[in-house]
């Protein structure tokens, strides 16, 4: 594959799993977080939640590439608590990451691709499978994420047919994100109650974000594909 593909929090988890990914297929990557992470790749820092902070890095993209053909944008942050005891400061922090995040890297990753209906450039969102079903105690994280469903769908119809947009939306998956300090362990315990039995994977998830990018990937747009270890079965 070769594409110029940006990766967004990729210094770790799910992120890293995808830039490795695309970087062994052959493609240019790189590779950006809140901190610039570390690696041969060209490496930015970014707080996707600041739009002058996603504009300088966009303007680096146009001086790097010219351009862009992927997006994967893997950036996100959990909370966990129940409603009446989680702060308004907790709400607006998930969704100015999460969802205004979401916004700004996309449009700017937009921005920067040609549309082109035979070799349509690729935007992919991680969302998540609590964005389809809900889950007590994690509200604005559900929240954030089934709105960035709205705005996969919605760019989808804008940008069709030159340009691609999906979503990815991960089960379980044993990254950081699962850990102690972001989850309780009954809720560790509660989403390996799915029927593979077992948290999924980084790379396989970016796998999923392989497929969806390369040639298989070319009747899909607008879907919430699903690496979920079966949580949800639409």
């Known amino acids: ?21 695309f970087a062994a297929s052959g493609a240019r990557v790189a590779r950006a977080d809140l901190s610039a992470p570390a690696g041969k ?9 600041d739009a002058a902070a996603v504009a300088r890095l966009a303007g680096d993209l146009r001086g790097l590439w010219g351009g862009l053909d992927v997006l994967v944008h893997c950036a996100g942050i959990i909370h966990e608590a129940p409603l009446l005891q989680t702060p308004i400061a907790d709400f607006d922090r998930v969704i100015a990451v999460n969802l205004r995040g979401s916004f700004l890297v996309g449009q700017a990753a937009l921005g920067l691709m040609t549309p082109d209906a035979d070799r ?7 969302a998540s499978d609590m964005a389809h079903y809900g889950r007590e105690t994690f509200s604005p994280y559900v929240a954030s994420k089934h709105g960035v469903l709205g ?3 919605s760019w989808a119809r804008e ?8 979503a990815i939306c991960p089960g379980p998956i044993d990254t950081d994100m699962l850990g102690a300090a972001n989850m309780s362990a009954e809720w560790r315990a509660r989403e390996l109650a799915i029927p593979l039995a077992r ?5 396989e998830i970016a796998a999923t974000a392989l497929f969806l ?19 949800v079965m639409p």
């Open 1 to 21: 594959m070769s594409a110029r593909v940006l990766v967004t929090g990729a210094a770790r988890g799910i992120g890293a799993a995808c830039a490795q990914a």
């Open 41 to 49: 790749d060209p490496a930015f820092a970014c707080d996707v939640s």
């Open 120 to 126: 349509p450039p690729r935007v992919l969102m991680i």
């Open 151 to 153: 705005l996969v769908r």
């Open 159 to 166: 940008f069709a047919p030159g340009i691609l947009v999906n």
């Open 199 to 203: 948290f999924g994977q980084p790379a």
């Open 213 to 231: 990018a390369g040639d298989g990937g070319r009747y899909f747009t607008g879907q919430a594909i699903g690496p979920n270890g079966g949580s």
